[in-house]
């Protein structure tokens, strides 16, 4: 077989399969590959599906070698960069998708915000809420409490903390 | 026969081609002997068309028929800062065409830009077929990286008018990155700091094993050699009031010779400490006295006028390398290009700022072209390839409500690339929906340009939420955006390769290239004797004798452009894709200077309350229509992910749409939608 046809076979080959494919799977790199490792398979995937060294593809196997090479390429503009690669791998372990928008990590500071103020994970969130509704009520103990609990799942949630602090604050001002 | 294909560098100032042939780059000279011709196109008054350095030299006499500097216009609304800037700077007519687009007009009639840019690229093309003694009709044609989609838009437009069939449209920086390190075995971060005549670019590339990675690139169109020139004029012109009480400004002509004195006296500051500036006719005053002027410009003096536009590309720089997660130390080598960085003022202040000096093995006029060249050979197969990995220079945005722009794509992300978001109509059997599509680095929409806008209607109607419609941005490798929406349901599609308002449609083109327009190009050196001739064969080729044929006032050629637009094009576009763009392209396009106010305009009020009421921490909603037909957008995000907002249609605010500033009240209101309630 020549090299072309063998090159349309795996074009085909992957363009079925590719939403299958995690970022990982797509550059053909293990989960704790480093930035540099991941450059290096950008650039061995670029060589083999870029539509620049495709040119002469014609018909639905060049629309299939773009629509690889530009998902080769979203894979990159992911993993090559940390904040958007751990929203991506947390993204992927909670099985949400295998894919994430690359606009997202622009958002990743407020996200950041929002997780401390509301907290991060599911228990740290739920005494959270605890906290805010026994303060509604006007029970600080209790507040201080669920804050405590919800600081024992997030210990360095940094919104908790100060929470805390205020709270305490507050407590001994009252005596 | 093997391929020709050659690369052009199409500069605001100067133009240059060069040929990959046999492994070796060649830079190929003009009737003249010139390496690099003027980007300037003159119009003769037989309808015939001279592009270069002889074209320039008609200027003084015949400003308002000479149009130089194009490329500052290109792509470009007529509205825009830089249209006006030109308006006051050049003689030659700018004028407005239908859609906010800008056209040259010059002895009655007009043209669109891409035919100005045409007609250059027309003659670099006869300039390689002069030396191959072949057709040549594939180019590599290089823009500034901080191009945005309709200035590339227009561009390659402007080679298809030209007859060339355009490989690539390849940025500056990148093309004089491939030019340096080319089969160089090369393992090297670089910067190529491109200032030009008319626009500045600064890429961070990181070369290994021929493969050509752009980390970054950052970019202002608004600054270039052009602006040190001016900066001279006003020096010269400032002078002349004060002695005179005349302003040279206000005469073309007068004009034209301090613009030509303040370029040359730039040129000869990149070699002498002093020049002495001495023009001993600006204008005849009334009194029939012609009035001179001398002046003498030192180094230093110079310096100082030019001192805040040097400061401002390092400010561009500095984002550069932050956006490459790079410092100075970590380049191996600094890439000086255009005709400005020959300056000792400016080498000095690039030495200081990247802490090392640039290379000096590489010639600043004509790496790009080289650069252009080496790719568009590696396209057709003639040389080994070197992998070029570019990136979008800005980001790509959907405009939303509250007159906001969201990023979909942000800049200096690789391309090829596409996203795809979900939307869901909101009203109950919304028939339509309204797709902006903007490219810059604001989050305010009117500060972004507009690429395109279109409606997409022909989905099956539901119930509100039920209908998803996807919407899929794509930039190719030339940087070209392309946005389809699709409905889930029914796989009914609309798509448009977002085409510039002010631009020029396919069949208006494709009606340019039938009439070779640039055949108005006159064959360098067909009519003039003392011409020596081309090294290669000069046996006229085909092209060469159409535009002979052409370069006579031909009878055509006087009869209306098809870029006035005719309404039979219109109807013909409309007609063309009726179901996609529901009742035709008129009621996308930006007809009145007020409708740009509705786009970034958020309806009132109300409006905004609704959204926010509506909203929940996982899905913001999108006005895309009047304030009853707001679609949502459901994307696949995180609970309590920061949601993407929201556009309204221009008809929703008919009421105030003079009203260009989006109401802060309204605004804050968006904000504090839904997510930012709480905090």
Do not use: W
Request: hydrophobic content about 40%.
């Amino acid at each position: 077989m020549t090299s072309a046809a063998v090159e349309a076979l795996e074009i085909t080959a992957l363009a079925k399969i590719i939403d299958e494919l995690d970022y990982y799977q797509l550059l053909n790199v293990g989960p704790d590959a480093s930035t540099s490792d991941i450059r290096k398979a950008f650039h061995v995937s670029s060589r083999s599906f870029h539509p620049d060294a495709n040119r002469d593809l014609v018909g639905d196997l060049r629309i299939q070698c773009q629509q690889i090479s530009k998902r080769i390429t979203e894979a990159y503009c992911v993993l090559r960069d940390t904040r958007r690669r751990n929203a991506y791998d947390v993204k992927k372990s909670e099985g949400q998708s295998l894919r994430i928008q690359i606009a997202e990590a622009r958002n990743a500071h407020v996200e950041q915000r929002k997780a401390e103020r509301l907290g991060a994970t599911a228990q740290g969130r739920q005494f959270h809420g605890k906290a805010e509704a026994a303060l509604k009520a006007g029970n600080l103990t209790s507040a201080i409490q669920h804050i405590q609990m919800a600081l024992t799942f997030e210990a360095g949630n940094v919104g908790f903390k100060s929470l805390l602090d205020e709270l305490r604050q507050r407590k001994k001002e009252l005596g | 026969m093997a391929d020709i294909a050659v690369g052009i560098d199409l500069g605001t100032s100067n133009s240059c081609v060069s040929l990959m042939r046999n492994g070796e780059v060649q830079v190929l000279d003009n009737a003249f002997g010139e390496r690099t011709s003027a980007s300037v196109v003159h119009f003769k008054e037989d309808g015939s068309v001279e592009v270069g350095n002889s074209a320039k030299a008609k200027v003084i006499h015949a400003p308002a028929e000479t149009v130089s500097s194009a490329k500052r216009l290109i792509g470009r609304y007529y509205f825009s800062e830089e249209v006006k800037k030109a308006q006051a700077v050049y003689a030659y007519e700018i004028c407005e065409a239908p859609n906010h687009g800008v056209r040259i007009e010059i002895r009655g009639e007009e043209f669109s830009l891409p035919e100005i840019s045409a007609m250059v690229l027309r003659e670099m093309k006869q300039i390689a077929e002069r030396h191959t003694g072949e057709k040549v009709t594939k180019a590599v044609i290089t823009v500034p990286a901080y191009f945005n989609d309709n200035q590339r838009q227009a561009t390659k437009d402007a080679g298809r008018i030209a007859g060339l069939d355009v490989l690539r449209i390849l940025n500056e920086p990148t093309a004089a990155a491939l030019a340096y390190g080319f089969g160089m075995g090369l393992n090297q971060r670089v910067a190529v700091y491109d200032l030009g005549g008319g626009t500045f670019d600064i890429s961070v590339l990181e070369i290994g094993h021929d493969i050509f990675e752009v980390l970054a690139t950052c970019g202002d169109t608004f600054l270039g050699g052009d602006d040190f020139d001016d900066r001279i004029i006003d020096l010269l012109a400032d002078d002349f009031v004060a002695k005179h009480g005349i302003n040279p400004r206000n005469d073309p002509y007068a004009l034209e010779k301090l613009r030509l004195a303040a370029e040359t006296a730039k040129n000869q500051l990149s070699i002498d400490e002093e020049v002495e500036i001495s023009i001993d006719e600006v204008l005849t005053n009334d009194a029939g006295e012609s009035l001179g002027i001398r002046r003498t410009i030192t180094q230093s003096e110079f310096a100082v006028l030019i001192q805040d536009l040097i400061q401002r590309t390092f400010k561009v720089c500095d984002e550069a390398m932050q956006q490459s997660d790079l410092t100075v130390r970590d380049l191996d080598g600094i890439i000086l290009v255009g005709g400005p960085t020959r300056l000792a003022i400016v080498r000095d202040a690039v030495t200081q700022y990247f802490q090392q000096e640039p290379r000096r093995d590489v010639d600043p006029d004509e790496v790009v072209s080289v650069g252009a060249a080496i790719h568009a050979a590696s396209l057709v197969g003639q040389a080994k390839d070197a992998m070029l990995l570019d990136v979008t220079p800005l980001d790509l945005r959907i405009g939303v409500a509250g007159g906001l722009a969201e990023p979909v794509i942000e800049r200096n992300t690789p391309v090829p690339i596409e996203q795809t978001r979900t939307f869901t109509t909101f009203k109950d059997h919304q028939e339509s929906v309204q797709i902006r599509v903007y490219q810059g680095d604001h989050r305010m929409a009117e500060d972004n340009t507009l690429l395109g806008q279109f409606e997409f209607s022909g989905f099956e109607k539901g119930p509100r939420s039920e209908v998803k419609i996807d919407v899929t941005f794509e930039i190719d490798a030339d940087g070209l955006v392309n946005v389809t929406a699709s409905d889930q349901a029914t796989g009914q599609q609309a798509s448009t390769q977002i085409t510039l308002s002010s631009g020029l449609d396919e069949e208006e083109i494709n009606q340019l290239i039938r009439d070779d327009v640039a055949g108005r190009v006159a064959t360098a050196g067909s009519n003039d004797a003392i011409l020596t001739p081309a090294p290669a064969p000069a046996q006229p080729t085909e092209t060469e004798a159409e535009a002979e044929a052409n370069a006579s006032p031909a009878p055509e050629l006087s009869e209306p452009s098809p870029a006035t637009g005719t309404p039979e094009l219109e109807t013909d576009e409309s007609e063309q894709e009726p179901s996609l763009f529901g009742d035709g392209l008129t009621d996308l396009s930006l007809d009145r200077p007020d409708d740009l106010c509705d786009l970034a305009d958020l309806g009132d009020i109300d409006d905004v309350g609704d959204v926010a009421r509506l909203g929940n921490n996982d899905v913001t909603e999108l006005d895309l229509m009047d304030d009853e037909e707001l679609i949502q957008l459901t994307e696949e995000v995180m609970p309590g992910e920061n949601g993407v907002p929201i556009d309204s249609e221009a008809n929703s605010t008919d009421d105030d749409g003079s009203d260009f500033e989006p109401s802060g009240v309204a605004l804050s209101g968006a904000d504090a939608a839904p997510r930012k309630g709480s905090e």
